[in-house]
Protein backbone atom coordinates (compact mmCIF):
# COMPACT_ATOMS: atom_id res chain seq x y z
CA UNK A 1 0.00 0.00 0.00
CA UNK A 2 1.14 3.45 -1.08
CA UNK A 3 0.57 6.37 0.94
CA UNK A 4 0.89 10.15 0.30
CA UNK A 5 0.58 13.41 1.81
CA UNK A 6 0.77 16.39 0.08
CA UNK A 7 1.16 19.98 1.58
CA UNK A 8 1.20 23.34 0.62
CA UNK A 9 4.00 25.70 1.03
CA UNK A 10 3.34 30.05 1.28
CA UNK A 11 5.76 32.50 0.63
CA UNK A 12 5.58 36.48 1.70
CA UNK A 13 7.74 39.00 0.96
CA UNK A 14 10.45 39.80 0.89
CA UNK A 15 10.34 42.22 3.32
CA UNK A 16 11.42 45.44 3.85
CA UNK A 17 14.61 43.58 5.52
CA UNK A 18 14.76 41.52 2.53
CA UNK A 19 13.84 38.39 4.55
CA UNK A 20 11.05 35.72 2.61
CA UNK A 21 8.61 34.07 5.09
CA UNK A 22 7.69 30.35 4.58
CA UNK A 23 5.25 28.58 6.25
CA UNK A 24 2.88 25.27 5.54
CA UNK A 25 -0.03 25.77 5.40
CA UNK A 26 -1.09 22.43 6.58
CA UNK A 27 1.28 22.39 9.99
CA UNK A 28 0.93 24.96 13.03
CA UNK A 29 4.26 25.53 13.70
CA UNK A 30 5.80 24.93 9.80
CA UNK A 31 7.43 28.47 9.56
CA UNK A 32 10.71 29.72 8.49
CA UNK A 33 12.44 32.19 6.12
CA UNK A 34 15.37 33.04 3.98
CA UNK A 35 16.90 35.57 1.89
CA UNK A 36 15.98 33.66 -1.05
CA UNK A 37 12.45 31.62 -2.08
CA UNK A 38 15.17 28.86 -2.35
CA UNK A 39 16.61 29.02 0.95
CA UNK A 40 12.91 30.07 2.46
CA UNK A 41 11.65 26.57 1.06
CA UNK A 42 14.76 24.39 2.58
CA UNK A 43 14.48 26.17 6.00
CA UNK A 44 10.73 25.47 5.54
CA UNK A 45 11.35 21.54 4.74
CA UNK A 46 13.33 21.29 7.73
CA UNK A 47 10.80 23.32 10.14
CA UNK A 48 8.52 20.81 8.62
CA UNK A 49 10.74 17.68 9.80
CA UNK A 50 11.24 18.99 12.90
CA UNK A 51 7.41 19.48 13.96
CA UNK A 52 6.71 15.76 12.84
CA UNK A 53 9.38 14.36 14.76
CA UNK A 54 8.30 12.85 17.41
CA UNK A 55 9.20 14.02 21.16
CA UNK A 56 11.11 11.09 22.46
CA UNK A 57 9.33 11.62 25.88
CA UNK A 58 5.97 10.75 23.90
CA UNK A 59 7.76 8.22 21.55
CA UNK A 60 8.07 5.49 24.41
CA UNK A 61 4.87 6.12 26.34
CA UNK A 62 3.90 2.81 26.12
CA UNK A 63 5.70 -0.74 25.53
CA UNK A 64 1.70 -2.02 25.26
CA UNK A 65 0.41 0.85 22.95
CA UNK A 66 -0.54 -0.19 19.27
CA UNK A 67 1.36 1.63 17.06
CA UNK A 68 2.56 2.01 13.30
CA UNK A 69 5.59 4.32 12.18
CA UNK A 70 5.50 5.73 9.15
CA UNK A 71 8.24 7.15 6.93
CA UNK A 72 7.68 10.63 5.40
CA UNK A 73 9.75 11.75 2.86
CA UNK A 74 9.60 15.43 0.52
CA UNK A 75 10.69 15.41 -2.72
Do not use: C
Not at 16 to 42: F, K
Amino acid sequence: MTAAVEFTIAYEGPDEDGWIVAQVLEVPGALSQGRTREEARANVLDALATVLTPDEELGGQSQDADVEHLRFVAA
